[in-house]
């Protein structure tokens, strides 16, 4: 720690700037989840996460949710997050939104959080976190955010079909990618998830994205439509890139297209999860040969996908 110091010393005085990692700072970690989306069920599948999160890494979490006026978890309401000041605190952002129109005090925290140089995390509807309609002093989060910060913003996917009711897209490891650290105890698997296109025909995630895994859709309206030289049936599901902010400290983040909440029943599914927070973390040499233990802290027996009134009723907030 005493070389690392003075490594970080000399580093200032030569006028480059160093984050320290986490795994690096010695403090206990404390990761956020940013949870609302009106179709995923993220206000389940990731305070699941955040419970095995803190059962084996010892860490401090803390889940966000949409709620209405009287403090009830709603994910139709698309225009509060309360408690988002925590991420000024936080080592770690999980982001799992979909089109919210936040105000800006609430947004800020969130833009902010990804302008610091500190790790993040997003599934599936991050790649449309925000939605602000005839809005144009806020119109690039809709897009521009959440290239530059993720890679991707959203375009189309292969069709719905059956939701929750049988596989739509077979998940597999991209050849040469078997031994990275995420991958530990990932097994391909089928997932729930209808494939988003990303990459491939007019569009392209940046250079300097990893990817691990990709997906090959197995309903496809694009195939029926005669589309897939636009929007090619196979295409990247989880990858890791860089983000380099204002503040000029390049950030470690993990994004996957996959999460359905049948998904998480997947035990591959939350190992790809946990195992890409903790590399986004800088703890990768924490990931145990077989990946991290993702056994469930309690039952997790989430609603199906869909809109409208599909998400549980009556919920407050979980203590952590």
């Given at each position: 720690?005493?070389?690392?110091?003075?490594?970080?010393?000399?580093?200032?005085?030569?006028?480059?700037?160093?984050?320290?990692?986490?795994?690096?700072?010695?403090?206990?970690?404390?990761?956020?989840?940013?949870?609302?989306?009106?179709?995923?069920?993220?206000?389940?599948?990731?305070?699941?996460l955040?419970?095995?999160?803190?059962?084996?890494?010892?860490?401090?979490?803390?889940?966000?949710?949409?709620?209405?006026?009287?403090?009830?978890?709603?994910?139709?309401?698309?225009?509060?997050?309360?408690?988002?000041?925590?991420?000024?605190?936080?080592?770690?952002?999980?982001?799992?939104?979909?089109?919210?129109?936040?105000?800006?005090?609430?947004?800020?925290?969130?833009?902010?959080?990804?302008?610091?140089?500190?790790?993040?995390a997003?599934?599936?509807?991050?790649?449309?976190a925000?939605?602000?309609e005839?809005?144009?002093?806020?119109?690039?989060?809709?897009?521009?955010?959440?290239?530059?910060?993720?890679?991707?913003?959203?375009?189309?996917?292969?069709?719905?079909?059956?939701?929750?009711?049988?596989?739509?897209?077979d998940?597999?490891?991209i050849?040469?990618?078997?031994n990275?650290?995420?991958?530990?105890?990932?097994?391909?698997?089928?997932?729930?998830?209808?494939?988003?296109?990303?990459?491939?025909?007019?569009h392209?995630l940046?250079?300097?994205?990893?990817?691990?895994?990709?997906?090959?859709s197995?309903?496809?309206?694009?195939?029926?439509?005669?589309n897939?030289?636009?929007?090619?049936?196979?295409?990247?599901v989880?990858?890791?890139?860089?983000?380099?902010?204002?503040?000029?400290?390049?950030?470690?983040?993990?994004?996957?297209?996959?999460?359905?909440?049948?998904?998480?029943?997947?035990?591959?599914?939350?190992?790809?999860?946990?195992?890409?927070?903790?590399?986004?973390?800088?703890?990768?040499?924490?990931?145990?040969r077989?990946?991290?233990?993702?056994?469930?802290?309690?039952?997790?027996?989430?609603?199906?996908?869909?809109?409208?009134?599909?998400?549980?009723?009556?919920?407050?907030?979980?203590?952590?």
């Amino acid at each position: 720690m005493k070389h690392l110091k003075l490594f970080t010393a000399a580093l200032f005085l030569l006028g480059i700037s160093i984050r320290t990692t986490p795994a690096q700072s010695g403090k206990q970690v404390h990761v956020v989840f940013v949870t609302g989306d009106e179709e995923y069920r993220s206000e389940e599948s990731m305070p699941m996460l955040a419970k095995i999160l803190k059962r084996e890494l010892g860490c401090k979490v803390t889940v966000r949710y949409a709620l209405d006026d009287n403090g009830y978890i709603d994910p139709n309401n698309t225009t509060n997050i309360p408690g988002l000041e925590v991420l000024e605190e936080a080592d770690m952002m999980v982001i799992f939104t979909r089109f919210r129109a936040l105000p800006d005090k609430q947004a800020g925290y969130i833009l902010d959080f990804a302008e610091s140089g500190k790790p993040m995390a997003g599934f599936r509807t991050a790649t449309h976190a925000f939605k602000y309609e005839d809005d144009p002093e806020r119109e690039y989060r809709n897009d521009e955010w959440p290239i530059k910060v993720f890679g991707q913003k959203w375009i189309t996917h292969h069709g719905h079909f059956s939701d929750g009711h049988g596989f739509l897209t077979d998940v597999t490891i991209i050849d040469g990618k078997q031994n990275h650290k995420i991958l530990r105890g990932v097994a391909p698997f089928k997932a729930y998830s209808w494939l988003y296109h990303v990459h491939g025909g007019e569009h392209a995630l940046p250079a300097n994205s990893n990817h691990l895994l990709t997906g090959r859709s197995l309903r496809s309206n694009h195939e029926q439509n005669g589309n897939l030289d636009k929007f090619p049936l196979t295409n990247p599901v989880a990858w890791t890139r860089t983000y380099t902010g204002s503040s000029g400290k390049a950030a470690r983040v993990f994004f996957t297209t996959l999460g359905h909440p049948y998904d998480f029943k997947d035990e591959s599914m939350r190992k790809l999860a946990l195992n890409g927070i903790y590399w986004a973390l800088g703890m990768e040499k924490k990931i145990p040969r077989k990946g991290v233990n993702v056994d469930f802290v309690d039952e997790y027996d989430p609603n199906n996908s869909g809109f409208g009134q599909k998400f549980k009723k009556g919920r407050k907030p979980e203590s952590f």
